[in-house]
């Protein structure tokens, strides 16, 4: 008799996980995921699309619809090139990061020469606020420092 209830709570169990697992495989395939919410660039999982970060700068910086098409054309280029650096096996991880650097640091300088004055000091204030996240990840300056671990805190 124990062994009945047992069985029945078991197998009880696995439909009651299964039909959870299902109900969960068909919320993810009929709904696209939210994009992070990061500043500037969403998260790790892929370079981020230039038309969200387009929207993204469009309310964050007001930019007119010429500003728009030039930024997000800069944008489309930054990833192409990302793309292929990324692609490119010949490189050593460190040359890879220096490249990547390089493109996100020409990119930048190419938006900011989009924007108006005010546009600019917001943009700086931006800019100011990833090297800071990016120090604090790293726990180092934003320029990645020399390249040895940082001494430890006290």
């Known amino acids: ?13 696995a439909l009651l996980m299964a039909a959870s697992f299902a109900g969960a495989q068909d919320s993810q395939s009929s709904e696209p995921p939210a994009p992070p919410s990061q500043e500037m660039g969403g998260g790790h999982h892929g370079p981020p699309d230039p038309a969200q970060r387009t929207a993204e700068l469009t309310k964050r910086l007001n930019l007119t619809s010429d500003q728009q098409g030039k930024v997000q054309s800069a944008l489309e280029s930054e990833r ?10 010949s490189l050593s991880q460190q040359d890879r990061r220096a490249k990547m650097m390089e493109i996100r640091k020409a990119t930048d300088a190419q938006i900011r020469g989009v924007l108006d004055s005010d546009q600019q000091k917001k943009w700086d204030e931006m800019q100011a606020r990833r090297a800071e996240r990016m120090q604090n990840r790293r726990g180092g300056p934003p320029d990645g420092g020399s390249g040895q671990d940082a001494p430890p805190q006290k």
């Open 1 to 13: 008799m124990v062994k009945k209830h047992l069985l029945i709570l078991a197998a009880s169990g």
């Open 80 to 89: 192409s090139q990302m793309q292929s650096v990324h692609q490119d096996s």
